[in-house]
Structure formats: structure tokens, C-alpha cells
């Protein structure tokens, strides 16, 4: 918060991920309904198919001062809009490699969940919080 | 924007004031979020936010007095958007819709934040950041809910016809009671005779009545419904379309012969010099190549098994009415229905020697489905239960339960049906041998259910053993071919050596190999067990994610015979709604086109899984066909110019949430 001065504890990570309604976000749900417990880093924006996601708002993430961003959707062949999650896949590749340039592409991660996989959404959610706390946080922040 | 194709209805669209005013309902699900998160202080904070104009915690946001709160304070407050921070919006987000639309609002004007299932259930023991957490979702929430903008459901016709995918007893059920409310039926069976797993049983617990005694007669009235079209040895291969209009590809398997020249009388059967193993009894015995599958089936006609076929051509001889043909290519049809029933089946696990005790590596262990065709007085043996060894009658008989269940290594899930079958098996040889000596070797019995442990204190008074341990070691005697078992009795704490003349293997339900093609046709998803997942576990257990698809049976996880007719039936009244009110109301979010930005580039044309976009050839510009568009959005990110925006789910929407989700520091410069 802004009023509070800087802490001095260990760096916790901001990371936003996207996750598709129809597998993430369930996966995300179960892994609540199990109660398997991770890192409270995460805020899960929900969009209907990972396919929503547009290259602009991994930036307009990154560039607010976002730690790292996730896009979570389907397995490839069980996208509940035949093949979004392919065209997903394409476009995150891309835009990793844009931000390869800014040395940014580590902050970014893809990922397939489907609505059974809670354990596994807490463990991407456990690793990605590591990976990010090692990279300490975005630098996109200090140049604010 | 162009509505080509449907026709809409629903709320009507009201002018939206400039003003945007917030109300804020924070629910504390009992202790499931009030336990963990601060409530009141999260109330507090986003009451500070600009155009929130009340906040509310309430206990239960959705019972009866939380749903009055958010009404009383619209008309208090004049609100025009609402923001419920509760559970996951897959559980009450139509709850809440219905409840401000009760109100004159527009149902989109709801916006769900999840702050249990995603902050209160898995920061337990972080009260502190659960609460900072909360407040993030709910800024988020607010911000975007001061964006939304009103949206119409659409209403699309429905065709009165369903179609059954599977014609085992849960999918013979659903057709049955479409059929008999006057609907027309597409039953479509993979194999060349209805019935399923049921037609193979003996007997089935707890009563023991004959299996096909009591399915037979049901098969025959669905083969008598004049409703109700068997496509038998087909499959569905493809699926295109949504609720109400689905178009499917049906591909029939060639039988080599004529279906309606063929009488079922197995002459040719009798002629066919080829012998194989018999599936339907387990691999016991032999059928021919050209075969009845059993004396019951339904159409009770034969099929050539090609793959076998020497090609002798002894069955058209003996065939009088002409009915064989060598030549014959599957063929296909198209139909149109407005419902699909998937009601597929499963299979029993296949054990495997190394796991499983052995099995495949000595003669004498042999699963349960095998020991129910020996047991069955029209299966291999004429239902004397023999050893495979030396087809000698068992008279020490062992029952190892939970296998391929409640296994880290195999299934961590529970069959349901094992104990109780393996119960059922172990009381109909003693009855009808009373000198044979059974031994079950359970983990725990589960006998829930009308009967169940009736039958359980049964097979205890006949004499049946039961023994709490899982074998730790079994051997064969080379000699004897005798099985030994090393196992541990739990409740004695003492190992014992056991010597059986036969040993059976309780497998449990996995789903069968044609699972995945029917999850990707049907677009459904699949639960931890490899089964495929309904809609809501509890208060939805036969509909899909899917508009317009129904589960039943096996299909959507282990079950017994009442459960699954149960469903078939549940199946038939949910699909009844659309079929009789031919009607379904469709989700106001789609794709839509604005014509003064778009240049006609076709590459939204492309994108699209659905073939929603048609390009209007005269104006040059895109047109998004509602009734079609699934709203994705994927047209909207491909869109290189702009002109294409996802309703619900906008970039100013979507950007309002990236830009408010995290408040960062601010670093002086």
C-alpha cells in the first residue's frame, strides 16, 4: 500500500495469471475446494479462453510493474473452443520472444490446467512464485 | 451488428445513466471466508474507492436475506452495478444475475469475484495477506464492473429429436423415457448388440436377480418403441453445432451381411470353420467368425468379424436367405438433433502380472468379470465355476479386493462396486456348492445403499470369510498350480500363509479407450479419474459445461445399476426442458463487429472455430453471426485493427482489471 513504508522482508512476487473459464478457472476453484495451500501471489483475472489473451495486456501487466503473468488454459485437444488454446500458444511464443529483447521473457509463463489438475494448479503457482522470486522484481518498477 | 439467424429476446436492453453507481456485497460463507479474511476491513477499504456508494458483509450473500440486502439497497442506493465477492462464479453467478435482474437491471451488470475457492480456502494459515489479497480481487472487481455494459441473452430453436450415445442400461433408460414422453430417439451403440456391461453379468447384487433376465425385456422394449431409431455397431464421429441444433456424423460399421435379410438363426455360424476367443465371455471359449453375439442381443442379428475371416466364403453357402455381403462398405448418416445424451460406458481395470499379483503369469488367478461369465449358466463352462488349469471345481476360493482401486500405483479412487459384487459372487458359489470355502481379502467393506448390507451379513452367516489385508506376496505351486498367499490379517495382527485352489481379482472401473474421442467430440472435460466430469458435482450431476449435453452412467464416474438407470433417467427429464419448451436461452457474449473500424481483411474468418464470422461481400466487412459465435474472443485478439471487441470481456474491461489489480509501491524519483 501506498502509505506504508518500503518493507524489509523478503521480496513477494505480484503475478497476475489469466486463467480460461472453462478449465483454469475450474482447476483454480478445485484446488480451493481441496484446500491445497500456495503462495497468496497470484490474482487470477478470468477470461473465457486463453485465446482472449492479447499480447497488449502481457505489456500493459509488465509495464504497471506486474512481477509475472501466467496464462493458464485447456490441455491441447480439450479447449472447450476446439482449438483457442493452439492459437494461445502461438501467440505466447511470440510475445516471449519480444520480450526476450527486454530480457523480460522469464516473467512470462504458459501453462495447461484443466479442471481437475488442482494439485497441479498450486504447484504452478509454487514454482512460478519461486522462479520469479529469484529474478527479484520487475524492473520495469525502478524505471517508474 | 447483424443477428443473422436467431432471433433475440430475453431482457430487454435500458438506456445505462452515465453515472456509475457500485454496490459492494462481501459474503463471509460462514467461517469458509469470514474465518480467514477480514471482511469488515475489506468492506471498509473498498467503500473508499471512487463510485462505490455502499458496501454490504453479510453471512451468506446467498441465501434468502443476503439476495434481499443487495436488493433493498439497489432501490436505497439507486445502484446500476453490482459487485458479489463470494465463492466461484461457476456455483452463484446465475444466482445473483437473477437477483439484480429482479431489480430492472441488466444481468450483465453482475460482476462475481471469487474470494474464497482462490483466496480464503488456500491462505488458511496468511490471514493478513488472505485480507490484502481479497481487497486486490474486489479493486479489480470494481473497476471493471464500472465498465460493463448491457448485454442481451439470445434464444435459440431447439429440434425435438436426442440422441443417446451408448445403449448400456443408463443409456437404454434415457431413451426409454424420452422416447415414451413422445420424443424422437437416436440410440447409437458401438457394438453389435445393445445391453453393455449388464448383458455380460450373472447375477446383481444385492438381490441377485438374473442379470439378463431383467435387461433383456428392457432391450426389447426399446428394440418395440416406434421412438426410438438402434443404430447398433456405429459410431459417432463427428459433432458440429450447439444446444438445440446439433448436426452428427454417425459412421455405421459394416456387418458384412444384410441386417434386413438376416433372421439371427446362426446357421452361418454353425457352417464357419474359424474359431476364436469369445469376448463376450472373457476370452473363455471360442465363437466363430462370423457369430450372434449372444443368444439375447438385440438386433438379434450376426456380424462378420473381418479381421478372423479366412475368406471361405462356408457362410454365404449356408446362409438361405442370401444375406452375406463380403463387400460391404460402412456407411454414414447425418441427423439432426436438439439434445445429446452421453451415457459411454467404462471398462474393468486390466490387471497386469507384475502389480497384480501375478495375474496373466499364473493360470489360477483369474479376474472377477471372468469369474462372473464361469459363474453365469449360459456362459463357457454352462456355469460350473472350474479352475483354467485343469478345469477342476475350486474348492478353496479366494477374493482379492480393491484391485486397479484405491491403489497409489493404479487408481487412488474407489469403484464403488467391488465389494459388493465380489459379496454377491462369493454367496452364489457357496449356494451352489456348499462345500467350497471363500476367503475375501478386503482394505474396508463399503456396503452404503437399500440391501447392501443385508447382503454383506449374508455371505457372513453362508460361511463366506472375510479377511482385512491386502496380500503382500502370492506364489504359485508348481505342482498343484495351487495359488499361495502370504497376507496380513489387520485386525488379528497376524500374517497368514493361505493356500487357494482359485484366486479372483475384484477390478475396479477405468474408462474405456474410446473415452478421449467422445470427450474431444462432445468438448467435455475429464475428472482426476480419466471419467468425464460433470457440470456440478452435487447440484448438477448429469449436465455438462456444455449447453444442451447430458452425462449418464459410468460415463461421468463408478456407479451401481440403480445409480446409473437413475441417471439415464435424470438425463431424459433434464434434456425435456429443451426438447419440450424448443427453446434454449444462449449467453449474451459473443464476438461483435464494429463496420466503421473493420477493413475486410477476413482474418477473424479464419480464426474462428465455429464458422460465426461471414463476410459480408457487398459492404466488405465482417458480421458476427450470434446464434453461432461460442464468444471466445480468439477472433478479438486476431483482429489486427480493432473492429472486432468481445462483449463481457472488452479491452477497456479487461485492461481496468490489469491496470487495478496490484497497488505498487510507488518509488520516488
Not at chain 2, 182 to 211: H, W
Request: charged share 25%.
Amino acid at each position: 500500500m501506498n502509505e506504508q513504508a518500503p518493507k524489509t522482508t523478503e521480496f513477494e512476487p505480484n503475478i497476475l495469471a489469466f486463467c480460461c473459464n472453462w478449465c483454469s478457472y475450474a482447476g483454480a476453484d478445485l484446488a480451493g475446494v481441496s484446500r491445497f495451500q500456495y503462495p497468496p501471489t497470484v490474482r487470477i483475472l478470468r477470461v473465457m479462453c486463453s485465446s482472449r489473451v492479447e499480447p497488449a495486456f502481457i505489456l500493459k501487466a509488465l509495464k504497471e510493474g506486474t512481477d509475472g503473468v501466467l496464462i493458464a488454459g485447456c490441455h491441447i485437444g480439450d479447449c472447450h473452443y476446439i482449438d483457442g488454446n493452439k492459437n494461445a500458444e502461438v501467440r505466447i511464443n511470440n510475445t516471449k520472444k519480444a520480450l526476450a529483447k527486454l530480457g523480460l521473457d522469464k516473467r512470462l509463463r504458459l501453462e495447461w490446467i484443466s479442471a481437475s489438475e488442482g494439485l497441479r494448479f498450486s504447484e504452478v503457482i509454487r514454482d512460478f512464485t519461486e522462479e520469479i522470486k529469484k529474478l527479484g522484481q520487475n524492473p520495469v518498477k525502478e524505471v517508474k | 451488428m447483424s443477428e443473422t439467424g436467431t432471433e433475440t429476446k430475453g431482457t430487454e436492453v435500458k438506456k445505462d445513466s452515465d453515472e456509475k453507481r457500485v454496490g459492494v456485497f462481501v459474503c463471509e460463507c460462514g467461517v469458509n471466508i469470514g474465518g480467514v479474511v477480514n471482511t469488515r476491513a475489506v468492506a471498509d477499504y473498498i467503500g473508499t474507492l471512487p463510485g462505490v456508494k455502499v458496501t454490504s458483509v453479510n453471512k451468506f450473500t446467498c441465501s434468502d436475506s443476503g439476495q434481499a440486502d443487495i436488493q433493498q439497497k439497489i432501490k436505497e442506493h439507486n445502484l446500476n452495478r453490482v459487485v458479489v465477492a463470494a465463492c466461484s462464479p461457476k456455483t452463484h453467478e446465475p444466482t445473483f444475475r437473477a437477483c439484480i435482474e429482479q431489480m430492472g437491471l441488466n444481468q450483465y451488470f453482475l460482476e462475481f469475484v471469487n474470494i474464497r475457492d482462490h483466496c480464503s480456502w488456500i491462505h488458511m494459515w496468511e490471514k493478513e495477506k488472505a485480507t490484502e489479497k481479497a481487497k486486490d480481487l474486489i479493486r479489480m472487481g470494481v473497476e471493471r464492473a464500472k465498465l460493463l455494459e448491457p448485454l442481451q441473452a439470445s434464444e435459440v430453436p431447439v429440434i425435438d429429436k436426442a440422441l443417446v450415445v451408448g445403449a448400456g442400461v443408463a443409456g437404454m433408460q434415457a431413451a426409454l423415457d424420452l422416447a415414451d414422453m413422445g420424443f424422437q430417439v437416436y440410440l447409437v451403440e458401438k457394438e453389435p448388440s445393445i445391453g453393455g456391461r449388464m448383458a455380460r453379468f450373472d447375477k446383481v447384487f444385492p438381490t441377485n436377480d438374473c442379470s439378463i433376465c431383467i435387461l433383456g425385456p428392457k432391450m426389447v422394449e426399446v428394440a418395440r418403441n416406434k421412438n426410438i431409431k438402434i443404430m447398433s455397431y456405429s459410431e459417432v464421429k463427428e459433432v458440429e453445432g450447439y444446444v438445440g441444433n446439433f448436426n452428427v456424423k454417425v459412421e455405421h460399421k459394416p456387418r458384412y451381411l444384410d441386417i434386413a435379410k438376416c433372421t439371427g438363426c446362426a446357421k452361418c455360424s454353425e457352417a464357419c470353420p474359424v474359431e476364436v476367443p469369445y469376448d463376450f465371455n472373457e476370452g473363455f471359449g471360442t465363437r466363430k467368425a462370423i457369430f450372434v453375439p449372444f443368444p439375447q442381443a438385440v438386433p438379434l442379428r450376426a456380424v462378420l468379424d473381418k479381421e478372423n475371416c479366412i475368406s471361405c466364403k462356408a457362410c454365404a453357402k449356408a446362409c438361405e436367405r442370401g444375406a452375406i455381403d463380403y463387400d460391404m462398405k460402412p456407411t454414414y448418416s447425418d441427423i439432426n438433433v436438439g439434445v445429446i445424451i452421453g451415457a459411454v460406458g467404462f471398462k474393468t481395470y486390466d490387471p497386469e502380472p507384475k502389480h497384480d499379483f501375478g495375474y496373466g503369469l499364473y493360470d489360477n488367478i483369474i479376474t472377477a468379470m471372468e469369474f462372473e461369465r464361469l459363474l453365469n449358466a449360459a456362459g463357457p463352462t454352462g456355469g460350473h465355476v472350474v479352475r483354467p488349469s485343469d478345469c477342476k471345481e475350486p474348492i478353496r476360493v479366494g477374493f482379492v479386493n480393491c484391485v486397479g482401486s484405491r491403489d497409489k500405483n493404479t487408481n487412488i479412487y474407489c469403484s464403488g462396486v467391488c465389494c459388493m459384487y465380489t459379496i454377491k459372487n462369493a454367496q452364489l458359489l457357496k449356494e451352489k456348492r456348499p462345500e467350497t470355502d471363500h476367503t475375501v481379502m478386503y482394505i474396508d467393506i463399503r456396503t452404503p445403499f437399500r440391501g447392501y448390507e443385508e447382503s454383506y451379513n449374508r455371505s457372513r452367516n453362508l460361511g463366506v470369510k472375510f479377511l482385512r489385508g491386502r496380500p503382500v506376496e502370492v506364489k504359485e505351486d508348481p505342482n498343484t498350480k495351487n495359488i499361495l498367499v502370504r497376507v496380513e490379517d489387520t485386525l488379528a495382527g497376524e500374517i497368514r500363509n493361505l493356500e487357494f485352489d482359485l484366486l479372483v481379482l475384484a477390478t475396479g472401473i477405468v474408462p474405456h479407450e474410446g473415452i478421449n474421442q467422445i470427450q474431444q467430440l462432445l468438448k467435455l472435460s475429464k475428472a482426476a479419474d480419466g471419467l468425464l466430469m460433470e457440470a456440478h458435482p452435487k447440484l448438477r450431476p448429469v449436465d455438462t459445461t456444455i449447453d444442451g449435453v447430458f452425462l449418464a452412467g459410468v460415463a461421468s464416474g463408478p456407479k451401481d445399476i440403480p445409480y446409473a438407470v437413475s441417471q439415464g433417467s435424470a438425463c431424459a427429464s433434464r434434456a425435456t426442458i429443451l426438447l419440450k419448451n424448443k427453446k434454449a436461452i444462449t449467453e449474451g457474449i459473443t464476438a461483435v463487429a464494429n463496420p466503421d473500424v473493420c477493413v475486410g481483411c477476413g482474418v477473424c474468418i479464419s480464426m474462428c472455430p465455429f464458422q460465426a464470422i461471414k463476410m459480408d461481400e457487398q459492404a466488405g466487412k465482417a458480421n458476427v453471426v450470434k446464434a453461432l459465435c461460442k464468444g471466445c474472443g480468439t477472433c478479438v485478439t486476431a483482429c489486427p485493427t480493432g473492429a472486432l471487441e468481445q462483449s463481457h470481456f472488452k479491452n477497456n474491461q479487461v485492461l481496468a482489471q490489469i491496470k487495478n489489480v496490484f497497488k505498487f509501491q510507488e518509488v520516488a524519483v
